[in-house]
């Protein structure tokens, strides 16, 4: 076969290979040429690499600014106050107790920020990682901003702070109450906002208005100024709080550690006859359930097994080993 020039279609080819094999294999190239063509190749690819990262960075610093700058002119513009809101809706909390019919149940998590409502027949009763218990009456509506900031918008609620509690700060449109480990309620109805502490030492600030409030006393803070006044611990008025107690499991348990916790919740101050039945009391070893049953009902039942009684007299609860 003859190509368009009139030639064997292989013939450039093979001179090629002849002249290469005349030629002999080529010389190497020296280790110290090859060294600085592969630094230099390198230093010219990061100076660009640099470049781009360089150029990238100034672009976001750019955005990161007018994000920045838009941030602080809306907080300007709409005046809002600094929230403690712990990050990526983090859980805080766990719901405890449900009474009526609610939206949430038993063991469901809490996060920052979720608002908790409860309508007119509904109770709600949390549980924080720390122990504190917050427990919403009816008609309430609360956010947790973090483990220890709740925000409460309407309503009322309970906190009894935990063992390893460092404090708590309740916020409200009418002040701001703090805790040092206390058990109290908060109101808030209308114009009007009310603190009842039941033990411990707690606070309503207003401004520069600061107002204490120490066990058994109620404080009111209107627009017209704050009034105090005494308290009983124990009552009807603590009632729904106490209802949404967290549950006592008393198989394994000691009586004294049932009767701190029923005297707590209750309000009763626990007395006993003498300091060795006070002794024996942490000895007692509680057996069975007492679910389902009144405070007083579940009392009777495990003194009656521990073959003891008592007698309430004006918020005092006196264990004897006799009928009184």
């Known amino acids: 076969m003859i190509d368009a020039n009139g030639r064997p279609p292989f013939e450039d080819e093979d001179a090629t290979a002849r002249l290469l094999r005349t030629a002999g294999p080529r010389p190497g190239i020296p280790a110290e040429r090859a060294a600085r063509v592969r630094s230099a190749v390198y230093l010219q690819w990061k100076s660009g690499v640099r470049g781009r990262t360089v150029r ?35 859980t805080v ?34 549980r924080l990682s720390d122990g504190t218990s917050v427990r919403l009456d009816t008609g309430s509506r609360t956010r947790l901003l973090s483990s220890t900031v709740i925000e409460l918008a309407y ?20 002040g701001t109450v703090h805790d040092i480990g206390t058990q109290f309620e908060i109101r808030l109805r209308g114009a009007s906002l009310r603190l009842r502490v039941r033990t411990g030492v707690a606070e309503v600030r207003r401004g520069p208005q600061s107002i204490p409030a120490r066990p058994g006393t109620e404080v009111t803070l209107t627009a017209g100024g704050a009034a105090s006044r005494s308290v009983a611990a124990h009552g009807p008025d603590w009632e729904w709080a106490v209802n949404l107690a967290p549950s006592f499991e008393i198989e394994g348990r000691t009586l004294a550690a049932f009767l701190e916790y029923l005297s ?51 918020g005092e609860l006196l264990i004897s080993r006799t009928a009184q």
């Not at 994000?67 to 106050?81: E, F, K, P, S, Y």
């Not at 405890?96 to 009763?125: C, Q």
């Not at 309970?158 to 700060?169: C, N, R, V």
Request: proline share 3%.
């Open 155 to 174: 309503g009322a609620l309970y906190l009894d702070t935990g063992g390893d509690s460092k404090g708590f700060e309740v916020r409200t449109p009418l």
């Open 56 to 90: 990238r960075g100034m672009l976001a610093g750019a955005a990161l600014l007018a994000i920045a700058a838009v941030l602080v002119m809306a907080v300007r513009l709409t005046g809002l106050r600094e929230e403690v809101v712990a990050p990526v809706r983090a």
């Open 264 to 314: 707590r919740e209750r309000g009763w101050t626990l007395r006993y006859a003498d300091a060795a039945l006070a002794r024996d009391s942490s000895g007692i070893i509680l057996h069975g359930s007492v679910d389902g049953l009144q405070p007083r009902d579940a009392l009777a039942v495990a003194l009656a097994t521990s073959g003891l009684f008592h007698r309430f007299r004006d």
């Open 93 to 126: 909390a766990t719901v405890d107790r449900v009474e009526g019919e609610a939206t949430l149940a038993p063991e469901e998590n809490v996060r920052t920020g979720e608002w908790v409502e409860t309508g007119a027949t509904t109770r709600v009763a949390l």
